[in-house]
């Protein structure tokens, strides 16, 4: 058959029932359409055109394509792309940037039929797109930004600026990520690549008995099929704790069905999927342990041979006995609250490029969150010194914490190097929500009490964290949750006990908010339901509770200045007595990991030509803005004009540039010092010899944090250098639909204000799934379903109006005052909503998902 590509005529010979995504990207190499859901039609980032119709690519088989028209971004006029990526780079609609090249087609198909689009017809043209980043409002405004220029015949400029700190300075590299030119992984060709895929455990907990591939290996175009027993290295990995089985070998058990069994390379990606069905396994099944509560009762199956199923304990008791201060308060509320599973759900799924460099080393392409934690746990694996294994971080479709541990990194480096040859291994959505680490279940008994006069006097908590199969970084969720249990309060006294328990559901860890936001929801609901009883008004009880320099919170730690809760929460007072199905709640997260270990960022900035400098790191940019912080760091300092000097930015193992990984908000604050310290002499020679004498200078600077304190260690309490503050006002109409949330968030130093938007509409649009709908429920440890759909991620029609208020209180250690701002945003925000909805309907809801289709 024959169709035609962005104006040229093709021919196709394959099986007719081929998806147009697949041709037009593995056979063709036109990768601004993505595959976000794997043929599920559901994500919209394979948007294409198709006779001047947006269609989804990755559901269109080619017997539809035939003789007809398929136009891509990169077949638009230079002008129209221009005009369409400007639009989406000014209005801060790109983070990143995965879904933006799909919605940037729908758009211009709406636009070529309607120049002026009213609100309801964009939402209408959205329904069939995710954005799991940016909360729609941004894209919803450049679409009308867009249609506006097409109306007019307008061009849109590009805003100038000094790249000042408090300005909005467009997005690094926002135009091109939205117009699909910067490249994920998965749209990275190398010559002579091979692909492979993973054989997954088909019971949460078996032993495996056999594991006959030979079938699979008749399969023309197979290469190799890799087992356990190939790995040189060691067979397990983890960023805390070695338990994760990199592959689960014969007589050995598998704890959850993400259990790599086998992995095939083979030819082309279809054919390792294909072959990877074929791989018989024999097994002796066992009965799995999938309740939190009965894994750490005597007697219970053990998770782990080597382990008990009690990961680990925080407890901080502080202030008196705390039953006793609660007996002789006046006002006293209990009650048990629960939190559910929660999948990440970034766009893009995990992908890797592994291959040889020479005999003895190897290179990554990896969309990691941590490029250093891949370089440490590959070189264990294959059994190598670290600096034998390089690895390059893309920049990332999303992460949210679901791309800290360890994925197809490992396996995908096993086969290059014992091949010689380059590997890909992309996981397909049904897999990446099989195999990566959720969002902890989390069990919470809360006991809260007050005086008459409206002070919090005990709080009395135990939680329990559902850690799942391996460890992750499940340990620190709870004690994350001990640490925020009393939220943003000042609660004199406090006993509060926190549990991880392993089991074989899916392994859960870092997510967007780490506990925080599971302990808020439930001191928030606690705190409404306590002053009804007692008859105090919900905001001026919040206010007079409420932290504030040198308050004491729940970890012990004195808050030396910076506290901006009160101003928060005095930026939605009028609004909170205007609506009467208004529900209020405060947030408080930790920036940087703390809690005695070591926050630190090196910084390289190189001089490379009189109006080239490049910023080499170590943090990922995962459309949070991070290389956009560097870039305003650098040019506040120096004065360099980013209009006038390309700055580019770059993440890679061989500059040995070493941090951690990307996580707890902590890399806005940790590079933007580490860039302050660098600039004190470039600044320096800069104003003594002029920018143009500087080339080949390399300037290094580093910032870090090592004077934090272990929960309960004695002595002074110092268990993170800087936290962030909010409070968030949720309204729900008449008619029980949640209309709007107003959120007041305390950035220290708004940096940009375009991206300080943009990350607090993304997590109100996040917070707001996961307190109405949003669930990945199991049952006998079995995922329930592998949609997409079945998510219910809350698309741009079901997202409430978002209005964002920027509070300063300047943070002693950030830069120019800032802090964390990418997990706050949904600290407060399922509180808010459940205090909303009983205001509208007199129901208590306790546990999360508070409504699901």
Request: hydrophobic letters at 35%.
């Amino acid at each position: 058959m024959k169709f035609f590509l962005n104006g040229k005529e093709t021919e196709y010979t394959g099986d007719p029932s081929r998806t147009l995504l697949s041709v037009i990207r593995n056979d063709h190499h036109v990768t601004s359409p993505k595959d976000g859901c794997s043929g599920q039609g559901y994500c919209g980032a394979c948007t294409v055109e198709l006779d001047g119709k947006a269609v989804l690519a990755c559901v269109t088989p080619m017997n539809k394509v035939e003789g007809k028209q398929v136009l891509t971004i990169e077949g638009y006029p230079n002008d129209l792309q221009e005009l369409l990526g400007r639009a989406f780079a000014v209005k801060g609609a790109v983070q990143c940037g995965f879904c933006t090249p799909g919605i940037i087609v729908r758009a211009k198909t709406l636009i070529e039929k309607n120049s002026d689009p009213s609100n309801e017809d964009i939402l209408k043209a959205l329904n069939f797109h995710l954005c799991r980043c940016t909360g729609y409002k941004k894209i919803i405004e450049s679409i009308r930004f867009a249609a506006w220029a097409w109306r007019e015949k307008q061009k849109i400029e590009m805003p100038k600026g000094m790249g000042k700190v408090g300005t909005r300075m467009i997005k690094y590299d926002a135009v091109t990520t939205a117009l699909g030119k910067r490249p994920f992984v998965d749209d990275i060709q190398i010559k002579d690549m091979l692909f492979s895929a993973l054989r997954y455990s088909d019971h949460p907990r078996a032993t495996v008995k056999s594991i006959d591939v030979s079938e699979a290996e008749k399969v023309k175009g197979v290469v190799r099929i890799f087992t356990s027993k190939d790995i040189p290295g060691q067979k397990r990995v983890g960023l805390i704790t070695r338990d994760w089985p990199v592959m689960v070998g014969i007589g050995e058990t598998t704890r959850y069905v993400g259990d790599v069994l086998a992995g095939v390379v083979a030819e082309t990606e279809e054919i390792a999927r294909a072959a990877r069905e074929l791989i018989k396994v024999e097994y002796d099944v066992l009965a799995p342990v999938v309740d939190m509560h009965d894994a750490l009762k005597e007697g219970s199956p053990q998770v782990h041979p080597d382990y008990k199923n009690l990961l680990d304990t925080c407890v901080v008791k502080r202030g008196g006995n705390a039953d006793e201060v609660i007996k002789n308060s006046d006002f006293v509320v209990q009650g048990v609250y629960e939190t559910q599973r929660i999948e990440h759900a970034f766009l893009e799924t995990e992908a890797t490029i592994a291959r040889p460099v020479g005999d003895d080393a190897i290179e990554l392409f990896s969309c990691t969150q941590g490029a250093y934690e891949d370089q440490r746990q590959v070189s264990e694996i294959l059994n190598i010194s670290r600096e034998k294994v390089a690895v390059v971080q893309i920049q990332n479709g999303g992460g949210f914490g679901g791309k800290e541990d360890l994925s197809t990194q490992g396996h995908v480096a096993l086969f290059a190097w014992l091949l010689k040859k380059p590997v890909k291994l992309h996981l397909s959505r049904p897999d990446s929500i099989r195999m990566h680490s959720k969002r902890h279940p989390i069990w919470m008994d809360y006991t809260i009490a007050a005086n008459k006069d409206g002070k919090l006097t005990a709080l009395k908590a135990k939680i329990v964290g559902d850690t799942g199969a391996y460890a992750s970084v499940g340990a620190k969720v709870v004690e994350r949750a001990v640490g925020h249990s009393s939220g943003a309060y000042v609660v004199p006294c406090l006993d509060v006990e926190g549990y991880a328990s392993y089991t074989n559901n899916p392994p859960c860890g870092a997510m967007r908010g780490f506990g925080a936001n599971q302990a808020v929801f439930a001191v928030e609901v606690a705190i409404d339901e306590l002053c009804e009883k007692a008859g105090f008004d919900r905001w001026q009880f919040r206010y007079d509770n409420a932290i504030e320099n040198g308050s004491v919170i729940a970890t012990g730690q004195e808050l030396e200045s910076g506290v901006g809760v009160k101003e928060c929460l005095l930026a939605l007072k009028d609004e909170f007595y205007k609506n009467k199905n208004a529900g209020l709640a405060c947030g408080i997260k930790n920036t940087g990991v703390g809690n005695g270990m070591i926050d630190a960022s090196p910084v390289r900035i190189k001089i490379l030509n009189s109006d080239h400098i490049r910023i080499e790191h170590g943090w990922t940019e995962m459309g949070q803005g991070i290389h956009t912080m560097a870039i305003h760091s650098l040019c506040e300092e120096t004065g360099i004009n980013p209009d006038q000097v390309k700055i580019e930015v770059e993440v890679d193992t061989r500059a040995a540039i070493q941090t951690g990984m990307t996580t707890s908000s902590r890399a806005t604050s940790l590079l933007g010092n580490a860039i302050i310290e660098a600039a004190k002499k470039l600044k320096e020679d800069i104003q003594s010899e002029g920018l143009d004498k500087l080339i080949g200078r390399d300037y290094e600077g580093q910032w870090a944090c090592d004077f934090t304190t272990k929960p309960g260690s004695p002595g002074k309490q110092v268990t993170h250098y800087s936290y962030s503050y909010a409070a968030q006002l949720a309204i729900v109409d008449d008619n029980g639909k949640l209309a709007k949330i107003i959120a007041a968030h305390d950035a220290g130093k708004v940096m940009n204000p375009t991206l300080f938007e943009g990350q607090i509409e993304g997590s109100l649009h996040m917070g707001a799934g996961y307190a109405l709908c949003e669930d990945l429920p199991t049952e006998g440890g079995h995922i329930q379903s592998y949609k997409l759909k079945d998510l219910q991620i809350l698309k741009a029609k079901d997202t409430p109006e978002l209005e964002v208020i920027g509070v300063e209180a300047k943070d002693p250690y950030g830069p120019y005052g800032a802090k964390g701002v990418g997990e706050i945003g949904l600290v407060p925000t399922a509180g808010a909503i459940a205090n909303a909805f009983y205001q509208q309907d007199g129901v208590r809801r306790r546990k999360l998902p508070l409504f699901r289709k």
